[in-house]
């Protein structure tokens, strides 16, 4: 014994030696000793390097202040560093301490190694614990298991009870499941082993004896043809059809046909170690063939569509009809992505048939109570539509251009109703009304030649000369953004507001003959423009968008007291364009053109006379809108 001490301690300290690496603290006191014989140990560094091995860098600096360096040919780790005006000394410690190296200092050489690997560790397993419990007072055996070994089970009931439990070979490595509280010995042993497809003997002596329960062809097995531990059992009788395989993974494969539902839950949960406690016991059969299902799963499968619901606790499940107090399951959904408002439209009325739905507005959220399973349903639902709504950011461009000329021109004369006054203006255009004694004026000056000998006019006597041209060019730009929720319109409105008056006669008859009442309200009309747009995002990042323009325009007053005259153009589209790009939507074009005058009869048709007698006035007018639109699609 005391070898075997000594031997463990000389392990203990060899592993220790090779595995330990040099202490930084340490290596740099050996520096300090060293550099009182080496020198360069104490001088300075400047350098930059990158892209260097480590053995390379330490053999290099090394070089550089005349030190005996030992450096192992495996350090080729790639270094990147920065040195001023550090030490030697203290670049060694660091390269030491940073690449985890072992070093070791004989005489004047330092020499520098790769680190030991550390011896890997491994994981100890500790044997998984057999729960059972057994009191001698009263000889009431407990049993909690969960595919154990029946060897071990047998070995810990012998153990703990005292009473020997032998099994026959063939089930050694047999897995069983099951979970009985507080009940006799006998009792134990017996149920234990009808779960698990076995049967027990009592013999004289007190031995209980364990094999496999082999039961004659044609009985009807109910649950008892079960078995665990990942063996597949079938059971085929006139009125059951069942093959259940318990997997690793707390999973099953199942194949029934027209299997009643309680042989189905109950051999299952006998798999998997699951415990349930039933309100009613489910009617009816199925026909399913499933695998590498989840015992939750298997009741869900086995009980849509019919009257019958579970609800899981913390050990065990709960099964029973749907309307069974006990069974109603509540809970809070919360959405993410959508407000409940939205959502509640459009749930389908088949989904929340037997539910009750309550708002939980400031959580954002739905309270749900009923069925488990029609909960799940409403849940799945719910999810599926809890998705990120796209936000539509569109960008419109609004150009609108105008263009327009207009011509005046012509001589008109005629007889005032009192003299007038000669005023006008002459530069930049020719707007002049003459009088009579500016026009008499200029009778006497053209007087006395030759021939020409006009009479004066009258003192009413007026003449208008008129030649005017005016040109005007307007260019309005205007960028308006607008966002709005995928599905949704986002409208656009820019315009102006002209007034005009309304007088309302009322007569109202009285004795005396009547009174006439007059009241005036200004009232309002609009010229806008208005743009719609509502867009679609699809899956590609398409976006189709629904366009609407109308464009409204003043166009002059019959009266200064009527409403003014309006003009308005409109157009739909329907387009799909791509997520952030650009579209012209055609441009609204207005081309207006007015050519009227008046004169003396045909002589206002003679070239060049016309200008004396008669006047004339040309209006062009065009104008242009365009509008560009361009989408993005956020999330």
């Known amino acids: 014994m005391k070898k075997c001490i000594i031997l463990s301690l000389f392990l203990l300290v060899g592993l220790t030696g090779v595995y330990a690496q040099t202490d930084p603290a340490e290596f740099d006191k050996q520096l300090t000793e060293l550099a009182k014989s080496q020198p360069g140990l104490l001088e300075k560094v400047q350098v930059n390097v990158s892209g260097i091995g480590l053995s390379d860098f330490i053999t290099a600096v090394a070089f550089e202040h ?49 680190p030991a690997e550390k011896p890997v560790e491994i994981p100890v397993v500790l044997p998984k614990e057999i729960f059972v419990e057994y009191k001698k007072e009263n000889q009431f ?96 009788t006139p009125s059951l059809n069942i093959k259940i395989s318990a997997l690793d993974n707390q999973k099953l494969d199942v194949e029934a046909t027209n299997t009643p539902l309680k042989d189905i839950i109950s051999m299952a949960s006998d798999q998997l170690g699951e415990h349930y406690f039933m309100y009613d016991v489910p009617e009816g059969n199925a026909t399913l063939k499933v ?43 919360q959405l993410e992505n959508r ?6 439209e459009i749930i389908p009325k088949e989904l929340v048939s037997d539910i009750e739905i309550k708002e939980f507005v400031e959580l954002n959220g739905l309270i749900l109570s009923g069925s488990y399973l029609k909960i799940e349903e409403l849940k799945s639902f719910l999810r599926s ?28 004369a005629g007889l005032a109703d009192q ?55 307007i260019d309005i730009a205007s960028t308006p953004k607008i966002s709005t929720l995928n599905g949704h319109e986002a409208t656009f409105s820019v315009g102006e507001t002209s007034y005009y008056r309304e007088e309302v006669v009322n007569v109202q008859p009285s004795i005396s003959g009547g009174n006439v009442i007059s009241n005036k309200v200004w009232k309002s009309t609009d010229a806008n423009l208005n743009i719609t747009v509502k867009p679609f995002v699809s899956a590609d990042e398409y976006v189709t968008l629904e366009i609407k323009v109308e464009q409204n325009d003043f166009a002059g007053k019959e009266d200064p007291t009527a409403p003014p005259n309006k003009t308005t153009q409109t157009f739909e589209s329907l387009i799909r364009v791509k997520n952030g790009e650009m579209i012209l939507m055609g441009g609204l074009e207005k081309d207006s053109k007015e050519d009227s005058g008046e004169g003396t009869p045909l002589i206002s048709r003679v070239p060049v006379l016309k200008w004396f007698f008669s006047s004339r006035t040309k209006n062009k007018e065009k104008s242009k809108l365009h509008i560009f639109i361009r989408p993005t699609v956020t999330y």
């Open 141 to 236: 055996l407990s049993l909690d298991l969960k595919k154990d070994t029946l060897s071990k089970v047998a070995e810990t009931i012998t153990r703990k009870s005292g009473r020997n439990v032998i099994l026959a070979p063939n089930i050694k490595d047999r897995v069983v499941s099951v979970y009985i509280e507080n009940r006799p010995f006998d009792e134990v042993i017996d149920m234990m082993c009808k779960s698990n497809g076995l049967k027990s003997t009592k013999d004289q002596n007190g031995f209980y004896y364990l094999e496999l329960d082999e039961l004659p062809v044609g009985t009807n097995a109910g649950t008892s043809g079960r078995n665990s531990g990942g063996v597949t059992t079938p059971v085929n």
């Open 419 to 473: 003299p007038v006054v000669t005023n006008g203006d002459i530069f930049p255009g020719l707007d002049v009304t003459l009088g009579a004694e500016t026009v008499n004026g200029l009778i006497q000056a053209f007087n006395g030649f030759g021939i020409i000998n006009i009479g004066a006019v009258t003192p009413n006597f007026y003449l208008s000369l008129k030649a005017l041209e005016s040109n005007s060019v």
């Open 385 to 412: 539509v809890d998705k990120v709504v796209p936000m539509v950011q569109i960008d419109i461009i609004i150009v609108f251009s105008k263009k327009s000329s207009q011509l005046s021109t012509g001589m008109k």
């Open 66 to 114: 005349n030190l005996n360096v030992s450096v192992d040919e495996q350090l080729k780790t790639v270094v990147v560093n920065n040195f001023y005006d550090a030490l030697v000394k203290d670049v060694f410690v660091f390269i030491v301490k940073k690449y985890e190296l072992d070093v070791e200092v004989i005489g004047t050489i330092i020499v520098f190694k790769k």
């Open 339 to 344: 407000t409940i408002e939205s959502v509640m």
């Open 291 to 333: 695998k590498n299902v989840s015992f939750m799963e298997l009741l869900a499968h086995v009980m849509n569509g019919t009257d019958y619901t579970f609800k899981k606790t913390e050990n065990y499940y709960l099964i029973g009809n749907r309307k069974t107090e006990g069974l109603r399951a509540v809970e809070l959904i």
